[in-house]
Structures are given as structure tokens and as C-alpha cells.
């Protein structure tokens, strides 16, 4: 059973940096992709970056730029540096594994809070 476990949340002022990782385990993960997804207030999820297997790297609209997902296979970990952070950034932040025929994996989160 694929298991996605996020950390690196927290609080930041705008215009800070926070790195996020997710370790995923249960899994081969050479399949599919992996990515980061963002809750925030009131909106409905929306997808932040998307890496799949040939580390070829998609990004939502909002982040513009300002985002930087990377993996490491070997270590079956991914990770979203986020430099310029804003207040309209602060949400939960869910790790993403999908697979063909099999769908989505979700972690349980973690909050990133976007403040002065």
C-alpha cells in the first residue's frame, strides 16, 4: 500500500522560502507521476507541480515561476521549493502519486501559512 508522508510546512512572512518533501513508500513509483496539490481557503484543490518519471516537470498557473519541484528516485522523495511565497499561497499542500489503472495516492498534508 503506497504510503505519502509530507513535511516542511509552517509559517512564513511573504517573500519567504519554505522547502516541502514527501517520502512515498509501498511502491515502485517508476510508473505515472508525482506531484504537489494545494488546498487553500475557501477554493478547491488545484494542482501546484507535477513531475513524472522522466523528471519532465509541469507547473499550475499560480505558482508562476516561483516554484520548484525536484525528486529523487533514489530515495523515492519529492520535493517543492517555494521562493516568493504570498499570502494567496497558504493552504494544506497534499503529495500526489497517480498510476495508470490505479488512480491517485494522497498524503495527509501540511499546512503552509503565508503571513505578516
Known amino acids: 500500500q503506497v504510503q505519502l508522508v509530507e513535511s516542511g510546512g509552517g509559517s512564513v512572512q511573504p517573500g519567504g522560502s519554505l522547502r516541502l518533501t514527501c517520502v512515498a513508500s509501498?511502491?515502485?513509483?517508476?510508473?505515472?507521476?508525482m506531484g504537489w496539490y494545494r488546498q487553500c481557503p475557501g477554493k478547491e484543490r488545484e494542482v501546484v507541480a507535477i513531475?513524472?518519471?522522466?523528471?519532465?516537470?509541469n507547473y499550475g498557473e499560480s505558482v508562476g515561476g516561483r516554484f520548484t519541484v525536484s525528486r529523487d528516485k533514489a530515495k523515492n522523495t519529492i520535493y517543492l521549493q517555494m521562493n516568493g511565497l504570498l499570502p494567496e499561497d497558504t493552504g494544506v499542500y497534499y503529495c500526489?502519486?497517480?498510476?495508470?489503472?490505479?488512480?491517485?495516492?494522497w498524503g495527509q498534508g501540511t499546512q503552509v501559512t503565508v503571513s505578516v
Open positions: 500526489n502519486y497517480w498510476r495508470p489503472a490505479v488512480g491517485s495516492s
Open positions: 509501498g511502491g515502485r513509483f517508476n510508473v505515472g507521476h
Open positions: 513531475i513524472d518519471s522522466s523528471d519532465t516537470a
